[in-house]
């Protein structure tokens, strides 16, 4: 439904709902753009809004029969990533956001923004995309709305959630939502010639977490832009979760079935680009054993009636790395990518009307258009693809996803990992000791920074839970949040595993073969689960024992796997400052719990 700028004058708005028609009012006399579409969701709505991008230059079509109803484009390349340092946490009180968060007054903020905001539309058109976070069938659905001036939003919105008219139909006349407003601040004069991919040099990613608000302003790449994902799900989420009992974490959820048909839930916490990914649609590589995935990104755990925690993913889609994503990686995705319906971000195109990256194939090919719209061969000597680039495809679409992944009830989680990438020091698989024991190697969890954010790459830096960049409040509160969580659990809480996939040895070479290798940590993991796996005790946590690993079939050198595998007491004695230095950040809301932790560490390392 296309209506004008005149209120007065437009067609009635799809809904009844008199606090979204009141704030879609005050945004369009803020923003003043020259049309407003109340999106639904649609098939005809995707083919209308794909072709008006492929028409703006935006977008490229794929060849069909490659790549169905999908599409290639590429982005400004100084907006390629999610901006942190913009990223603001506008609580009420500065201590509430927390040391590892950006702050302004909420008040202050909307001052600066609504100056953004003002007139940020001319000459564009404001698209109302009603969401849910989750199944809409559960209890409590988590409605939102987004407000953007980006079609390439509107589009990647209804990939990635439940967007639409039987959202709208949900929120009825009064339930509650997030509000989500978003621009890329780029209005257009009268006459003046749009760009391929609008966006601003000033950039704002806001969360104001007592009122449910996000604000985005001067990016279009999805991490800042599609704010269902990190900005509701991970840090307003957070929030709520925190308010409301649960847990709103930056995890994938799979299903894991042994031989003998027992099933086990787990979820697990990796940096960006640490390999969540490939472990969500892992192919194991231990007859009898089945993985099937039911998100790779987001896991939302709540407490339920016996006690156990569960998982539902809140996202539809995958919104993945593409370099690195390879037959031999991650077979799944490439599936799920074949397919269609598919968006292609800051890629490489080939002649051929496909798409390529840097790990899509073992040679790559002899001519393709970079990601900066370049011509490219592979003499050219930069990467064709962006570190960062991306895939917007249907979970539907996946070949292993799992029958429960749409249960509003969610899945009991049997295990939680937690993982980084380090080439020294941490050890391929441990189990820790306790669930608060557990919490403190989650709260240390360390990884080198990767190109899915702005910055600098291969810098160690703590990443609590995998968390750091989407708290939406104190860091020294949400881990306090994740001991309580475990203490009502009791019994019933899931065993914590850390893992490392990353180990080097001397020469510099892996000394764990990963990928769908990593079957066999699960499988031991489980195997603790059940009492049936061997470990011994190490300063850190439970290792496996020699021999309780199943390596059949599996060509590895035993002194790389016990090196893997080895608890180093120098280098963790040498990581001790590190880790007081880090918790000396958190200052006096670190939980006590968590200081007694560190200090039963130092004991036990002599």
């Not at 979760?241 to 027992?262: C, N, V, Y």
């Not at 290792?543 to 608890?567: K, N, R």
Request: hydrophobic content about 40%; charged content about 20%; aromatic content about 8%.
């Amino acid at each position: 439904m296309t209506v004008t700028t005149d209120l007065a004058a437009r067609a009635p708005a799809p809904t009844e709902h008199g606090e979204l028609l009141r704030w879609v009012a005050e945004v369009v006399a803020l923003t003043r753009p020259d049309d407003v579409v109340w999106c639904d969701g649609s098939r005809a709505e995707w083919d209308r809004l794909t072709t008006q991008l492929v028409d703006a230059g935006t977008f490229v079509r794929l060849d069909e029969k490659a790549k169905p109803s999908s599409f290639w484009c590429v982005s400004d390349p100084a907006d390629v990533a999610r901006v942190e340092d913009r990223t603001f946490i506008c609580s009420e009180l500065e201590l509430d956001a927390g040391p590892t968060n950006h702050w302004m007054h909420p008040a202050e903020m909307t001052a600066v923004l609504d100056d953004l905001y003002r007139g940020a539309m001319v000459g564009r058109t404001l698209y109302v995309v009603p969401f849910c976070m989750g199944p809409l069938g559960a209890a409590d659905p988590k409605l939102g709305v987004q407000i953007t001036d980006s079609a390439y939003v509107a589009v990647s919105m209804q990939v990635m959630t439940r967007m639409g008219a039987r959202v709208l139909k949900a929120l009825g006349s009064d339930a509650p939502f997030v509000k989500a407003l978003h621009s890329v601040g780029a209005p257009l004069a009268p006459g003046q010639a749009d760009v391929a991919w609008p966006c601003n040099e000033t950039k704002f990613i806001c969360h104001f977490p007592e009122t449910r608000e996000i604000r985005s302003y001067g990016s279009g790449y999805g991490g800042n832009a599609l704010l269902g994902k990190k900005c509701f799900s991970l840090r307003i989420a957070s929030v709520m979760g925190r308010d409301e009992g649960w847990l709103a974490e930056h995890m994938l959820i799979l299903k894991l079935t042994s031989p003998a048909g027992a099933v086990h839930f787990v979820a697990a916490a990796f940096p960006s680009a640490c390999g969540k990914t490939n472990l969500a649609m892992l192919s194991p590589t231990i007859p009898g054993w089945t993985v099937q995935t039911l998100g790779d990104d987001i896991a939302w755990m709540r407490p339920g009636a016996d006690g156990r925690l569960y998982a539902v993913n809140p996202e539809l889609g995958f919104f993945g790395v593409a370099p690195g994503t390879g037959p031999h990686t991650n077979p799944h995705a490439m599936t799920t990518l074949e397919r269609g319906h598919t968006i292609f971000t800051n890629v490489a195109l080939t002649d051929g009307g496909d798409v390529w990256w840097e790990g899509a194939t073992d040679v790559p090919p002899a001519h393709l258009t970079d990601w900066h719209g370049q011509s490219w061969t592979p003499e050219t000597g930069t990467p064709a693809a962006h570190p960062n680039s991306r895939y917007c495809t249907p979970m539907a679409q996946c070949p292993i996803l799992a029958p429960e992944w749409d249960d509003p009830a969610g899945v009991p989680i049997s295990a939680i990992f937690f993982g980084g990438r380090r080439r020294s020091t941490v050890p391929l698989v441990l189990e820790s000791r306790s669930w608060a024991h557990g919490t403190f190697l989650g709260a240390t969890l360390s990884s080198e920074t990767t190109a899915a954010a702005t910055g600098a790459v291969g810098v160690v830096r703590r990443d609590p839970m995998a968390m750091l960049p989407f708290l939406g409040y104190h860091v020294g509160d949400y881990l306090q949040h994740w001991l309580d969580v475990g203490a009502r659990a009791g019994s019933a809480a899931p065993k914590i595993f850390y893992v490392n996939w990353f180990r080097r040895g001397p020469e510099g070479q892996f000394l764990w073969p990963g990928f769908g290798e990593n079957s066999r940590v699960l499988k031991w993991a489980v195997e603790r689960i059940e009492g049936t796996a061997s470990g011994v005790q190490t300063p850190l946590g439970v290792v496996p024992t020699p021999g309780s690993l199943d390596l059949d079939g599996l060509d590895v050198d035993p002194a790389d796997l016990a090196a893997a595998l080895a608890v180093d007491r120098e280098q963790w004695r040498d990581e001790l400052p590190l880790l007081e230095e880090w918790f000396a950040t958190i200052g006096d809301r670190l939980p006590g719990a968590l200081r007694d932790e560190l200090t039963d560490l130092r004991v036990r390392l002599g």
